[in-house]
């Protein structure tokens, strides 16, 4: 009975690791990492019980047919609740137009309490033009 009792222990013991492990991995893995460049068109606080902070950038446009029209492309982000350089780096280039460079980290999973997307701002950068 004694011999029984620890196995089950050790196989408690192992569950509890990998378990926790996994959910480690599932919160603060990241898939990729990288940036793009573009213009904020939008930037809000969503959520009723976890407010997140969400945005789309718009990267430009590819033109389709001959007749010039242009489909944009937008990333959809998220930011940090405690990243408030880059929330505020985002709503001054919102209220001011001008074209950023969002270094973003895409994660594996999406929760709902963090944000609406995989992608999170990590920095904001204004873009100059020469």
């Known amino acids: 009975m004694k011999k ?7 196989i408690l013991i ?12 599932a ?12 213009v ?3 930037y809000s606080t969503k959520g009723l019980f976890f407010k997140t902070r969400e945005g789309e950038l718009n ?22 609740r ?4 880059v929330n505020d780096a985002i709503q001054d280039a919102v209220l001011g137009g001008y074209r950023v460079r969002l270094h973003y980290e895409e994660k594996y999973f999406q929760f ?11 920095q904001v950068e204004k873009v100059t033009e020469e």
Do not use: C, H, N
């Not at 192992?14 to 991995?25: E, Q, R, T």
């Not at 389709?64 to 982000?77: S, V």
């Open 82 to 85: 405690g990243y408030t350089e």
């Open 4 to 10: 029984v009792k620890r196995v089950f222990l050790y």
């Open 59 to 80: 990267v430009g446009g590819i033109s389709k047919g001959e007749a010039g029209d242009i489909m944009p492309t937008i990333l959809y982000f998220s930011v940090y």
């Open 14 to 25: 192992f569950v509890l690791v990998k378990g926790l492990g996994g959910g480690s991995f």
């Open 40 to 42: 904020i068109v939008k």
């Open 112 to 122: 709902d309490w963090r944000g609406d997307t995989q992608y999170f701002i990590t």
């Open 27 to 38: 919160v603060f893995g990241t898939y990729s990492s990288g940036s793009r460049a573009g």
